[in-house]
């Protein structure tokens, strides 16, 4: 069974550009989740897709965003980069929300570099 | 105030040995869940053990079991039997009645052959 999958490992882009990662969850897998890993601020919490709609979002400005299409897969969105946005851009997919044991298997991360 | 505390920044540990990595985490839900991922140099999160807040064993997954106290709110991670790839960076996590994951700052492991 294939994992999850992020695509591109990895970007670099320059500051005002925007950026779109893609993420494939595990066949049969629901909800996916998005996370921000940087060195200072460590694993924060982005959205959550779940069916097609956004069922949670972290504390980001509006110039995050995403989005999940009927096959599951998900994409965010990042406009008008900041040099603070470089960071490993992590997806995690899981069966569905609303389960007290509900794994989360995280593909291998896209890291997105802001010039 | 930080939902999941790690203090140990980095250990280092003798190959063969066990190691405990500390967990603290705050919470007010009755029920939640309490995760342990290892993410090795690559970047990739791996999930290792999982216990739940109604849970009344401590959860075990070959050499990781998690040494859950519910009243001091701790989830400590006990890696038994250390190999040289144990070393990594390893997260504590907290999922909450909203369902999402709240990570601790990580604990580097180093293991020493």
């Known amino acids: 069974k294939a994992g999850v999958t992020q695509t591109p490992r990895y970007l670099i882009k320059t500051r005002g550009q925007q950026v779109t990662l893609s993420c494939s969850p595990i066949?049969?897998?629901?909800?996916v989740s998005w996370y921000q890993q940087t060195p200072g601020q460590g694993l924060q919490f982005l959205f959550e897709y779940f069916s097609e709609t956004q069922r949670n979002k972290g504390n980001f400005p509006g110039r995050f965003s995403g989005r999940q299409f009927s096959n599951s897969r998900s994409e965010m969105n990042v406009s008008t980069l900041e040099l603070g946005d470089s960071a490993l851009y992590l997806c995690?997919?899981?069966?569905?929300?609303?389960?007290?044991?509900?794994?989360?298997?995280f593909g291998p991360g896209t890291r997105l570099t802001v010039l | 105030a930080q939902k999941i505390t790690q203090t140990q920044p980095g250990m280092f540990v003798q190959e063969k040995e066990a190691v405990t990595l500390d967990c603290t985490y705050d919470?007010?839900?009755?029920?939640?869940?309490l995760f342990w991922y290892k993410q090795p140099s690559s970047g990739e999160m791996i999930f290792l053990i999982y216990?739940?807040?109604?849970?009344?064993q401590n959860a075990t997954e070959g050499r990781y079991s998690l040494n859950f106290q519910k009243a001091r709110k701790s989830a400590n991670l006990v890696i038994s039997a250390s190999q040289l790839g144990d070393s990594a960076m390893y997260f504590c996590?907290?999922?909450?009645?909203?369902?999402?994951?709240?990570f601790g700052a990580g604990t580097t492991v180093t293991v020493r052959a």
């Open positions: 919470t007010s839900d009755q029920s939640y869940g």
């Open positions: 995690a997919s899981s069966f569905a929300p609303g389960e007290e044991y509900n794994e989360q298997f």
């Open positions: 216990q739940g807040s109604y849970d009344e």
């Open positions: 066949s049969g897998h629901r909800s």
């Open positions: 996590a907290m999922r909450e009645f909203d369902y999402k994951l709240s």
